[in-house]
């Protein structure tokens, strides 16, 4: 709300475009990272074949350079440099919507911004029950990120309590993080491992998807004992 609305949606969009393409190649880039890692465990060796493994890892390797040129391509294109540029000015002169006071003390506002962005975290929460899909734990990933980052500029103003609530809402982003790599690469299999998949492959992506489904089954329990030391009254005594 203290920004130029035109300028902050053209700025909001550019940044969506290049941080789809960027996500793109992170999250293939944790893909890759996350079934090494549990293909190189000796409990699952057993059932998932050095060759399934290798033709697993190579549909990682293609996706990855896949999304490596989109990203290049994205780099080097003019509207690139055009946000860049844009971000360049802004960080000299503040796009500022009409009717703001530069002038003005920014602690009352930025504990305004913070309490907000809070209470939109405990909202979402309030909202997810057993039952929840994992676009509705990812909402509140999404928004524990914002909460994050708005408390974060308020911390060299408010201290360490601003830097301890901004600290608790990083761990809660990451908890739920691991429930949506778990997700995403449930997605991924799903989507890239053909139909008509060798035996060995057909093994080998049965594995990861038994060890994923694993992993978003402990994280969707995981969560809440994060959310409930982001939660204490003593973090948010400053709001």
Same mark, same amino acid.
């Given at each position: 709300?203290?920004?130029?609305?035109?300028?902050?949606?053209?700025?909001?969009?550019?940044?969506?475009?290049?941080?789809?393409?960027?996500?793109?190649?992170?999250?293939?880039?944790?893909?890759? &990272? /996350?079934?090494?890692?549990?293909?190189?465990?000796?409990? =699952?060796?057993? %059932? =998932? #074949?050095?060759?399934?493994?290798?033709?697993?890892?190579? $549909?990682?390797?293609?996706?990855?350079?896949? =999304?490596?040129?989109?990203?290049?391509?994205?780099?080097?294109?003019?509207?690139?440099?055009?946000?860049?540029?844009?971000?360049?000015?802004?960080?000299?002169?503040?796009?500022?919507?009409?009717?703001?006071?530069?002038?003005?003390?920014?602690?009352?506002?930025?504990?305004?911004?913070?309490?907000?962005?809070?209470?939109?975290?405990?909202?979402?929460?309030? +909202?997810?029950?057993?039952?929840? %899909?994992?676009?509705? $734990?990812?909402?509140?990933?999404?928004?524990?990120?914002? !909460?994050?980052?708005?408390?974060? &500029?308020?911390?060299? $103003?408010?201290? /360490?309590?601003?830097?301890?609530?901004?600290?608790?809402?990083?761990?809660?982003?990451?908890?739920?993080?691991?429930?949506?790599? =778990?997700?995403?690469?449930? +997605?991924?299999? %799903?989507?890239?491992?053909?139909?008509? !998949?060798?035996?060995?492959?057909?093994?080998?992506?049965? #594995? $990861?998807?038994?060890? +994923?489904? %694993?992993? &978003?089954?402990?994280?969707?329990?995981?969560?809440?004992?994060?959310? /409930?030391?982001? /939660?204490?009254?003593? &973090?948010?005594?400053?709001?």
């Amino acid at each position: 709300s203290l920004l130029d609305p035109q300028w902050l949606d053209i700025t909001a969009r550019e940044l969506k475009w290049l941080g789809d393409i960027l996500g793109a190649v992170r999250d293939v880039d944790v893909l890759g &990272l /996350k079934f090494r890692t549990v293909l190189e465990d000796p409990d =699952a060796a057993s %059932s =998932a #074949t050095p060759k399934g493994t290798e033709q697993l890892l190579a $549909l990682v390797h293609s996706d990855r350079v896949a =999304a490596g040129r989109r990203l290049t391509t994205a780099l080097g294109s003019a509207r690139y440099i055009a946000l860049l540029d844009r971000l360049d000015q802004a960080s000299s002169t503040a796009p500022l919507a009409e009717g703001v006071d530069a002038g003005e003390t920014a602690l009352p506002i930025l504990r305004h911004h913070a309490l907000h962005a809070w209470e939109r975290v405990s909202k979402a929460v309030k +909202q997810v029950d057993s039952d929840s %899909s994992d676009l509705q $734990l990812h909402r509140v990933r999404r928004r524990a990120k914002h !909460a994050r980052y708005t408390t974060q &500029l308020a911390a060299p $103003l408010v201290g /360490k309590q601003a830097t301890r609530l901004a600290s608790a809402l990083g761990d809660l982003q990451e908890a739920l993080g691991e429930l949506q790599d =778990a997700a995403v690469a449930k +997605q991924w299999l %799903s989507r890239v491992v053909p139909v008509d !998949a060798s035996p060995s492959l057909a093994r080998t992506t049965a #594995t $990861l998807l038994a060890t +994923q489904h %694993s992993r &978003l089954e402990t994280q969707r329990n995981a969560w809440r004992a994060v959310w /409930k030391q982001a /939660k204490r009254p003593k &973090l948010r005594s400053w709001l």
